[in-house]
């Protein structure tokens, strides 16, 4: 009998072991997985080649709030939208969100361009709309695109819909790069690029150092010395210092670039004959059109940098906010770039011996 | 009296047996259980397999150079053109089963978009009672030069 009882202590035992080939799905877990990864990947694609058939969006919306105006008001809506409304048709859901970043000029996390916050605002909710049509009420999602030109350099764009990511869930995640539309940044850079190549072709003619190394007139640790003090001053250049009799460095045309974006925007959206109507609303409205645009210029540069002078009139607080922007600019590149210079010389000097 | 012409017979308890009955239990237990955990087992692996072969089904249809994409329903970066979808005809389906290379399956697809954008469309299904294995796809789908919208593509494979 005792055999018998052990016995069946075993069987049990066997079962105990097999229980989990009974109940595991793994495999079939395994594959849910893959399926969810996969669908991220393809609504990311659905993003990309999907065109949103109808959008519009309301330049200077806030403007009109602020004066105290009902943009949606009966009597004003139709002039309202003729005049300062932007329809976009048949654009994909990508073309549509990178629009909306190349035009943000966002710098220090504030959007500088104050005239298309609702091109932001009704982007987001359109991507909300398509997200939820596409994941229903199962999955919660979040979409960001980001536009940064410049590594490192907080300037650029950024939109961000959905909820944020909790960090105990199972996440599925896809992302993919996206061509920016041509602007006024984009072909000065490539200026730039042709400016930077031609002076490192010039200083390796010029400087013997790279030859005088090679033939051992002068020691490694010089020729270290001589690598960083030319890459720095390279980056110095590009950055902040400019090149040649035009002066044309990355700082400056951002900085300018932003402005005249700003200026670009505000004469876009003002620009018709037809435009002053709306301006004679509002100052009809009590407020006077020009002074209201500084002030919410003025408000803007003030947030983002405390140290401007709010009362200074509009041309020296842009003259005060550059200055910050360049010091900004300095103390990235000195505390920032020349370390990673020193180490990139290191690395280069030690590792790859020149031939 | 000699010992074989003793009728007389001694009753006593047979202890083995419900030992016996235990351990047979304990079998019929076991083997239930063997018999179980490969039953599932091989429902589990036969799933897999449908999934994997009506996948591979879907992915040969999706390839831009594959049937479909020879009928120009598969356009480039893998949007589906609705009305070449809708257009084709039963001889294209033979078309397609034969160039595919498939053997062993039949299959036929549903492409879903929204009602107002065309609704749902359906090649080569045929006889829904038999057992279908299906995959999906979110797709874009392109409707004319203005509208691409999202859509989903269905491939049902079952034997034939």
């Not at chain 1, 500088?112 to 199962?138: P, Y």
């Not at chain 1, 990355?250 to 109507?277: H, P, S």
């Amino acid at each position: 009998m005792q055999d018998a009882v052990l016995f069946c202590i075993m069987v049990s035992l066997a079962g105990a072991v097999l229980m989990p080939a009974f109940t595991s799905n793994v495999v079939q877990k395994t594959y849910i997985e893959k399926e969810n990864e996969e669908k991220v990947e393809e609504i990311l694609h659905q993003f990309m080649t999907c065109k949103v058939d109808e959008f519009e969006h309301l330049n200077a919306e806030n403007i009109l709030n602020g004066a105290g105006i009902n943009a949606f008001h009966d009597s004003l809506k139709p002039l309202i939208k003729n005049m300062l409304g932007r329809e976009e048709m048949h654009r994909t859901y990508a073309d549509l969100c990178t629009e909306c970043i190349a035009c943000q000029l966002r710098f220090s996390g504030k959007q500088l361009n104050i005239l298309t916050k609702n091109f932001t605002e009704m982007t987001k909710a359109k991507l909300d709309e398509f997200m939820s049509e596409q994941l229903g009420s199962r999955y919660a999602y979040n979409f960001t695109i980001i536009w940064n030109p410049i590594a490192g350099f907080d300037f650029g764009g950024e939109l961000s819909t959905g909820n944020p990511i909790p960090p105990d869930a199972d996440i599925y995640t896809a992302s993919t790069y996206t061509v920016m539309p041509s602007s006024l940044f984009t072909r000065d850079i490539s200026i730039l690029l042709e400016n930077m190549r031609s002076y490192i072709e010039n200083s390796v003619n010029m400087n013997s150092y790279i030859s005088d190394f090679k033939e051992g007139r002068i020691s490694k640790e010089e020729f270290k010395q001589y690598l960083t003090e030319f890459f720095v001053n390279l980056v110095d250049d590009i950055v902040w210092r400019g090149f040649g009799n035009g002066n044309i460095n990355i700082l400056d045309m951002t900085v300018d670039y932003i402005f005249r974006g700003v200026k670009n925007a505000a004469e876009d959206a003002f620009d018709d004959a037809i435009n002053m109507t709306i301006i004679t609303i509002m100052e009809a409205a009590g407020g006077n059109f020009s002074e209201m645009v500084t002030h919410l210029m003025k408000d803007g540069f003030c947030q983002l940098f405390p140290s401007a002078n709010e009362p200074l009139p509009m041309k020296e607080l842009i003259s005060e906010v550059k200055a910050s922007i360049k010091e900004q600019a300095k103390n990235f590149v000195n505390e920032t770039v020349k370390k990673r210079v020193m180490g990139m010389v290191e690395n280069m000097v030690d590792n790859r011996p020149l031939a | 009296m000699p010992f074989l012409r003793d009728k007389r017979g001694i009753s006593e308890e047979f202890t083995s047996l419900p030992a016996l009955m235990v351990v047979m239990i304990g079998f019929a237990i076991f083997f239930a259980l063997i018999a179980g955990v490969y039953h599932a087992y091989n429902e589990r692996m036969e799933a897999v397999d449908k999934y994997e072969a009506a996948n591979f089904v879907l992915e040969k249809l999706m390839a831009a150079d594959g049937p479909l994409g020879e009928k120009g329903v598969i356009m480039l970066g893998g949007v589906i053109d609705l009305s070449k979808l809708s257009n084709l005809t039963t001889n294209d389906m033979v078309d397609i089963r034969e160039s595919s290379g498939i053997v062993g399956v039949k299959f036929g697809f549903k492409l879903e978009v929204s009602a107002k954008s065309g609704g749902t469309v359906e090649k080569g299904i045929v006889n829904r009672q038999r057992g279908f294995i299906a995959v999906s796809r979110e797709v874009p789908v392109y409707l004319n030069d203005a509208q691409t919208v999202p859509g989903i593509f269905t491939v049902m494979v079952w034997k034939g």
